[in-house]
């Protein structure tokens, strides 16, 4: 991914493995001359960005033939114009020399993918039909709708390929009222418009596209990359984002060094792109495309969020449209009452650990959050859920907008919104299925390491965990509400006279610049430093592998707040998911606890006493 140019035409398959060696060379595919590849099931598994089929495309690589494929591998390589079939058929006749029409190659292919091959892509087809869409004519759609639906519609745009009302997996294109975007994707975005279009390029509503960088400002202290021979194309990645912010003039958040930030005056607002989103741009009803898989973070706001891929985003900075799919919406009921010590991230690791969640019935699908316990929760908790309905496998998640999302924009951001009556599903609207769960029920999560699924209570875990590493930040868990989380629990502690063990290394990042001065003006900065915390600027670090507070050795074990914990993602060693007051918990306790449990155990007791919970719940209203 430091590579977003030409140069990806070195690197198709480098890392496939057989019989414990790498038998394709760095330039290989390339210099072979290679025009077909034949793959197996489920091709492109893992590859959900476009550098790798980018990088087939670019070493001449013109057709794929499979017997399946991952779902987002293959728009994004009809969104490049690579040729992908599952018809095997077509391997004779390509050893006879024979040719082989456009049309056969999209046989079976739904109308929008075969409309988006012939043009040769995305970025084509998005000239020809794109550039001059007009919305669709209000009423399209005359049942109940859901509030998704009812969003999705009102940006809707019509285009002579795709239907005014698509039903569940049509395809279709949308207005976008805010697009942004990374530095891991907007200098290979830049290279496919300038080696597209030319320059200059004319981008569309310039004021509604926002770029980051946040995923790569503290790559130098990374343990995984610290040294590494990849950083100098990693800042040559960060100055082509620059670059093209400079050239059109456009609305850009950078994170401040640790330099930057001590001599910061306030005025400066940064931090993880879709936690930005929140704070400063998204409002209900409107609708959010980024290039990131957390994107729907936002939808916390009641608006409706999703991540795309990079053409995805080329292709709306030149036609502000942004292809969707549409999907089915699935009803999150959260019912009884919320005990104390269970956050929203406990909610997230139990939906999670679900038979059928974990069998797919959540992939691609709205998660529409809904019931009493979610309205009594606050907006950051609310994002909390929203953002890991990416975990959940879902395309975004959503709240219907309240009084507490009004009070959470005119607090947080000094915005009056008025809600509008139509802000809300329709009685009746269709669900593909109601999910229903008993709050009342819940106890502090953890997740075993290798998947955010292998949820377990953390009073039911038989082992004791010793911990090494405890994480408090990223988008999920770098909020205001989740900092109150850390405070109380480290102040409790100190109060009572615990301590950070010496084997357990203590690590704190704020998500955006706004929680750190939060934070500042209360106070907490200087519980965080008794306790012996590595306080981090604002960004991603940790979470995708890029920061302080990853692990360096395979045998570390990270207590977490993040939302991911795959194997290898945030190092070598296992990392086990919490919520916020868990983590720091567990940092005091030097083995997974829960926060009541460490209570119960106070004064301080001899080490070695296994713990699980009881930390008082945010609620809707709190500061």
């Not at 020399?97 to 012939?118: F, K, S, Y």
């Not at 530095?183 to 509503?205: K, R, S």
Request: net charge negative; glycine share 10%.
């Amino acid at each position: 991914m430091s590579h977003y140019d030409d140069s990806l035409a070195r690197f198709p398959y480098i890392g496939f493995t057989t019989e414990g060696a790498r038998p394709v060379a760095p330039g290989a595919v390339q210099a072979a001359g290679f025009r077909v590849v034949v793959g197996g099931r489920r091709y492109g598994k893992g590859s959900s960005r476009e550098h790798s089929p980018a990088a087939e495309k670019l070493a001449g690589v013109r057709l794929v033939i499979a017997e399946s494929f991952e779902r987002i591998y293959r728009q994004n390589a009809d969104n490049i114009g690579l040729f992908t079939s599952t018809d095997f058929g077509l391997l004779d006749r390509i050893e006879r020399g024979e040719a082989i029409t456009v049309d056969e190659l999209v046989a079976g292919r739904d109308t929008l993918a075969a409309a988006i091959l012939r043009a040769g892509g995305l970025l084509r087809f998005g000239q020809a039909h794109l550039r001059g869409a007009q919305p669709v004519a209000a009423g399209a759609v005359a049942r109940p709708l859901t509030l998704f639906e009812k969003i999705v519609q009102r940006h809707m745009l019509h285009t002579p390929v795709t239907p005014d009302a698509p039903a569940a997996g049509e395809g279709c294109f949308v207005r976008a009222d805010w697009r942004f975007i990374h530095e891991y994707y907007t200098g290979m975005a830049a290279h496919m418009l300038h080696a597209t279009f030319g320059q200059p390029l004319p981008l569309h509503g310039r004021d509604t596209i926002v770029v980051f960088e946040d995923h790569t400002s503290y790559m130098e202290e990374s343990p995984a990359h610290a040294g590494s021979p990849l950083l100098p194309n990693m800042h040559a990645m960060c100055e082509a984002q620059r670059r093209f912010v400079a050239d059109h003039a456009l609305r850009h958040h950078r994170t401040l060094t640790e330099e930057e930030a001590r001599a910061d005056d306030g005025s400066n607002a940064a931090g993880i792109s879709h936690a930005m989103m929140a704070e400063h741009y998204a409002l209900p009803g409107q609708l959010v495309a980024g290039t990131d898989s957390h994107t729907p973070h936002s939808g916390a706001l009641g608006c409706v969020a999703f991540g795309v891929g990079t053409t995805d985003m080329a292709n709306a900075f030149v036609t502000g449209a942004v292809r969707l799919t549409m999907p089915r919406v699935l009803r999150v009921e959260l019912e009884g009452a919320l005990p104390a010590g269970v956050a929203a991230k406990d909610i997230v690791l139990h939906l999670l650990q679900l038979p059928a969640m974990r069998a797919g019935s959540g992939v691609g699908k709205v998660f529409e959050f809904g019931g009493t316990v979610l309205r009594a929760l606050s907006t950051d908790e609310r994002a909390t859920l929203t953002n890991m309905t990416a975990e959940l496998g879902g395309l975004t998640g959503i709240v219907e907008p309240d009084a507490e999302t009004v009070r959470f924009l005119k607090e947080r951001r000094g915005v009056e919104f008025a809600l509008e009556p139509w802000m809300r599903s329709d009685q009746g609207a269709p669900y593909s299925e109601v999910v229903r769960v008993d709050c009342s029920s819940l106890s502090p999560m953890v997740a075993r390491p290798g998947d955010p699924g292998n949820g377990v209570p953390l009073a039911q875990l038989q082992e004791k965990v010793r911990v090494d590493i405890a994480y408090g930040g990223s988008c999920t868990a770098g909020k205001r509400e989740d900092f109150d989380q850390y405070h109380a629990v480290l102040a409790w502690g100190l109060a009572q006279g615990w301590r950070v063990p010496p084997h357990v290394q203590l690590f704190l990042q704020y998500g955006t610049t706004a929680v750190r001065d939060y934070c500042v003006a209360r106070g907490y900065d200087r519980t965080f430093a008794a306790a012996g915390a590595r306080i981090l600027q604002p960004s991603c670090g940790a979470c995708a592998n890029c920061g302080p507070g990853s692990s360096s050795e395979a045998g570390q074990v990270t207590v977490s707040a993040i939302n991911r914990n795959f194997p290898g993602r945030s190092g070598p060693g296992q990392v086990w998911l919490a919520s916020p007051a868990t983590v720091m918990a567990s940092a005091l306790a030097g083995e997974l606890c829960a926060w009541g449990d460490l209570q119960a155990r106070s004064p301080q007791p001899a080490q070695g006493v296994s713990c699980s919970s009881n930390v008082p719940s945010p609620t809707a209203g709190s500061p």
